[in-house]
């Protein structure tokens, strides 16, 4: 449903993307269990939003639960226009839910959506495996 954002009309698609691989490394280990890690993950989609890989950096609590920067390139056609942007933000995984805040990097759209602009947000459980729910609020232009 369309609504407007700073004088721009935005869209809303809600999808789900299937994690297709999630090559998690850690980086350091600590004494008091916490634990720093890099995750490599490749997201598969059907409908707008046809890809996404997204490269993050964990931090794991000794009782692992974690918090995360993630950065996300995702391939979409959105309007009838194609192309590629990317999402960056921040999460935080209690023990059940995993949630990620996204913004959309200004300058990072290419091709047909070169001018996208807006946020998304992912908010899953263990019953979502193997996919990750996306809600992506845009505007292009």
Known sequence: MPHSYN???TQTVETKLKIESWDEQPTSEFADGTKIS???VVLIGEGDVTAGRSQSLLFY???????FV?????EA??????GAFVLS?????????????????DGS?????RSIGGSAISESTH???????LRLDYHLG
Do not use: F
């Open 109 to 113: 759209g290419s091709e047909g959506l």
């Open 70 to 74: 993630v950065l996300m390139r995702v």
């Open 77 to 82: 056609t959105l309007d009838g226009h194609s």
């Open 127 to 133: 019953q979502d495996y193997p996919y990750m729910p």
């Open 7 to 9: 004088g721009q009309m």
């Open 89 to 105: 933000g921040t999460g935080s995984y209690d023990g059940t839910t995993a949630r990620q805040e996204l913004a959309i990097v």
């Open 61 to 67: 609590r000794a009782d692992g639960t974690s918090a």
């Open 38 to 40: 890099k995750a490599d």
